[in-house]
C-alpha cells in the first residue's frame, strides 16, 4: 500500500492570500484552508487547477476533506470556488468558525452549507487510517489547528495561531504529542526585526494612543479595519481602554458583533451604537469601508497583527521540535531584506532537529 506523504501548497506559500495547501497522506487527499488573497484590489484564488498537473490527482472530487483553520478570509473565502469544483467534499471547522463565515460570506454561505460539518476542540474524527483532532489556536475565536495521525506519525497544521492571548480569545493550546511534521503559518518566520511588546502589539497600542488625544481635542475618528473580525476586537480594546469613547460601528461589523453576542461572547457596551444612528459629539466611527472623501475626522488605518513574532515563532518551532517544518503564510521581510530567518537561528541550535522547508506555489513535495 502507498504510503507517501505529499504537500503541495496551492496559494498562501510565500505570501499572505489564497492559503490552500494539498495534503496527500497514502490514499487521502485534504486540503487544509480554502482562501482567497488580493492585490490591488484584484481578488486571487488558490490555484486549484495546478493539482491536476501532479500525478497525485485526476479529479477534484478525490479530495475527500477540507479542514479550514480559522474565518479570515485569506483562509476560508475561495471555499464556495473550490465544492463548485467538488460538491461532495466534506468541510470541518469549528461551530465559531461557522458563525463568521455565514457573516462574512453572506448570500455565498448558502450554496456551501450542506458540505459543513461542526467540530469542537479536542473532538477526534476517524478516517479510513488517519486520525485526526482540532487544537484551539489562539489568534482568533474559532481557530483551530489541525493535528493528523498518519502511520504513526503526527502532522500538525498549525494555521494562523498565537502563543498569547488576544482580547476575544486565549492562546493557542498545543497537543500533548510528539510532533514528526509542523505545517506552520509563519507570518513573522522571516522578520528578525519584528517584534510584539507583551500582550499588546504596538500598532494596537498607536491606534489607542491616537483615538485618546483626538477626542480629547474634541476631534472625531474614522477608523477603517481591514477584516471584519478585527474590528470586532479593536471594540473590545476601545471599551476597555477608552470606556468614554462612543463608537458608531457600520453593518458588517455589526453583524459579525451580534454573532459573538449570540454564542455569550460579550462585546457590546452602552457606548457602542450602529452606525445608522447619527453620531453627535467626538466618537469613533469603525468601519470596513473607505473612509469619506473630504472629512474633519482623524483617519486611522486600523490593522494590528494578531500573531507571534519572530522569537516567540522561533521558540514555538524550538519546543515541538519537529523532524520537518513546512513553513507557509511566510512573507519575505520587505523593509529590512533581512537575510534571518526561523531555519537560520535553529540551524545553529544543537538541539534542534528540525529541517526546514519554504514551500512555493505549486511546487510539491514528500514528506
Ligand atoms: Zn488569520
Ligand atoms: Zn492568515
Same mark, same amino acid.
Given at each position: 500500500?502507498?504510503?507517501?506523504?505529499?504537500?503541495?501548497? =496551492?496559494?498562501? /506559500?510565500?505570501?499572505?492570500?489564497?492559503?490552500?495547501?494539498?495534503?496527500?497522506?497514502?490514499?487521502?487527499?485534504?486540503?487544509?484552508?480554502?482562501?482567497?488573497?488580493?492585490?490591488?484590489? #484584484?481578488?486571487?484564488?488558490?490555484?486549484?487547477?495546478?493539482?491536476?498537473?501532479?500525478?497525485?490527482?485526476?479529479?477534484?472530487?478525490?479530495?475527500?476533506?477540507?479542514?479550514?483553520?480559522?474565518?479570515?478570509?485569506?483562509?476560508?473565502?475561495?471555499?464556495?470556488?473550490? =465544492?463548485?469544483?467538488?460538491?461532495? /467534499?466534506?468541510?470541518?471547522?469549528?461551530?465559531?468558525?461557522?458563525? #463568521?463565515?455565514?457573516?462574512?460570506?453572506?448570500?455565498?454561505?448558502?450554496?456551501?452549507?450542506?458540505?459543513?460539518?461542526?467540530?469542537?476542540?479536542?473532538?477526534?474524527?476517524?478516517?479510513?487510517?488517519?486520525?485526526?483532532?482540532?487544537?484551539? %489556536?489562539?489568534?482568533?475565536?474559532?481557530?483551530?489547528? !489541525?493535528?493528523?495521525? +498518519?502511520?504513526?506519525?503526527?502532522?500538525?497544521? !498549525?494555521?494562523?495561531?498565537?502563543?498569547?492571548?488576544?482580547?476575544?480569545?486565549?492562546?493557542?493550546?498545543?497537543?500533548?504529542?510528539?510532533?514528526?511534521?509542523?505545517?506552520?503559518?509563519?507570518?513573522? %518566520?522571516?522578520?528578525?526585526?519584528?517584534?510584539?511588546?507583551?500582550?499588546?502589539?504596538?500598532?494596537?497600542?498607536?491606534?489607542?494612543?491616537? #483615538?485618546?488625544?483626538?477626542?480629547?481635542?474634541?476631534?472625531?475618528?474614522?477608523?477603517?479595519?481591514?477584516?471584519?473580525?478585527?474590528?470586532?476586537?479593536?471594540?473590545?480594546?476601545?471599551?476597555?481602554?477608552?470606556?468614554?469613547?462612543? #463608537?458608531?460601528?457600520?453593518?458588517?461589523?455589526?453583524?459579525?458583533?451580534?454573532?459573538?453576542?449570540?454564542?455569550?461572547?460579550?462585546?457590546?457596551?452602552?457606548?457602542?451604537? &450602529?452606525?445608522?444612528?447619527?453620531?453627535?459629539?467626538?466618537?469613533?466611527?469603525?468601519? !470596513?469601508?473607505?473612509?469619506?472623501?473630504?472629512?474633519?475626522?482623524?483617519?486611522?488605518?486600523?490593522?494590528?497583527? =494578531?500573531?507571534?513574532? +519572530?522569537?516567540?515563532?522561533?521558540?514555538?518551532?524550538?519546543?515541538?521540535?519537529?523532524?520537518?517544518?513546512?513553513?507557509?503564510?511566510?512573507?519575505?521581510?520587505?523593509?529590512?531584506? /533581512?537575510?534571518?530567518?526561523?531555519?537560520?537561528?535553529?540551524?545553529?541550535? &544543537?538541539?534542534?532537529? !528540525?529541517?526546514?522547508?519554504?514551500?512555493?506555489?505549486?511546487? &510539491?513535495?514528500?514528506?
Amino acid at each position: 500500500m502507498d504510503g507517501r506523504m505529499i504537500f503541495m501548497a =496551492l496559494g498562501g /506559500a510565500q505570501e499572505v492570500g489564497a492559503s490552500c495547501y494539498f495534503l496527500k497522506l497514502g490514499e487521502n487527499n485534504l486540503l487544509l484552508d480554502c482562501g482567497c488573497g488580493s492585490t490591488r484590489g #484584484i481578488r486571487f484564488a488558490p490555484q486549484f487547477s495546478a493539482l491536476l498537473d501532479t500525478p497525485y490527482l485526476q479529479d477534484f472530487h478525490q479530495v475527500s476533506h477540507v479542514f479550514l483553520s480559522h474565518a479570515h478570509l485569506d483562509h476560508s473565502a475561495a471555499l464556495p470556488d473550490f =465544492l463548485e469544483l467538488n460538491e461532495r /467534499a466534506a468541510v470541518y471547522m469549528t461551530d465559531l468558525t461557522r458563525e #463568521i463565515l455565514s457573516a462574512q460570506l453572506e448570500d455565498r454561505f448558502a450554496t456551501i452549507e450542506r458540505n459543513i460539518s461542526s467540530v469542537a476542540f479536542l473532538q477526534k474524527i476517524p478516517l479510513p487510517r488517519l486520525s485526526i483532532s482540532f487544537h484551539q %489556536a489562539g489568534h482568533i475565536p474559532g481557530a483551530m489547528m !489541525t493535528l493528523i495521525n +498518519f502511520r504513526g506519525k503526527n502532522i500538525l497544521y !498549525t494555521g494562523d495561531y498565537s502563543t498569547f492571548p488576544t482580547q476575544l480569545v486565549g492562546s493557542a493550546l498545543l497537543p500533548n504529542v510528539k510532533i514528526d511534521i509542523l505545517i506552520l503559518c509563519g507570518l513573522h %518566520a522571516r522578520h528578525p526585526n519584528y517584534r510584539r511588546f507583551g500582550d499588546t502589539d504596538s500598532a494596537l497600542k498607536k491606534i489607542l494612543r491616537k #483615538i485618546y488625544y483626538a477626542l480629547r481635542r474634541g476631534k472625531s475618528v474614522y477608523c477603517r479595519v481591514t477584516q471584519i473580525s478585527k474590528g470586532v476586537e479593536l471594540i473590545t480594546l476601545i471599551n476597555k481602554f477608552l470606556p468614554q469613547a462612543e #463608537i458608531f460601528i457600520d453593518e458588517r461589523v455589526m453583524k459579525i458583533v451580534h454573532r459573538f453576542e449570540n454564542l455569550h461572547i460579550r462585546i457590546m457596551s452602552a457606548q457602542n451604537h &450602529p452606525l445608522s444612528v447619527l453620531p453627535r459629539g467626538p466618537h469613533v466611527i469603525l468601519s !470596513t469601508m473607505p473612509p469619506p472623501l473630504h472629512s474633519s475626522m482623524e483617519i486611522l488605518n486600523g490593522d494590528f497583527s =494578531l500573531h507571534d513574532d +519572530f522569537i516567540t515563532t522561533v521558540e514555538f518551532v524550538r519546543r515541538l521540535n519537529p523532524t520537518v517544518c513546512v513553513v507557509v503564510h511566510s512573507p519575505p521581510d520587505k523593509l529590512f531584506h /533581512a537575510r534571518t530567518t526561523l531555519e537560520q537561528v535553529l540551524i545553529n541550535d &544543537p538541539d534542534s532537529r !528540525t529541517s526546514f522547508i519554504f514551500p512555493q506555489t505549486g511546487e &510539491p513535495f514528500e514528506l
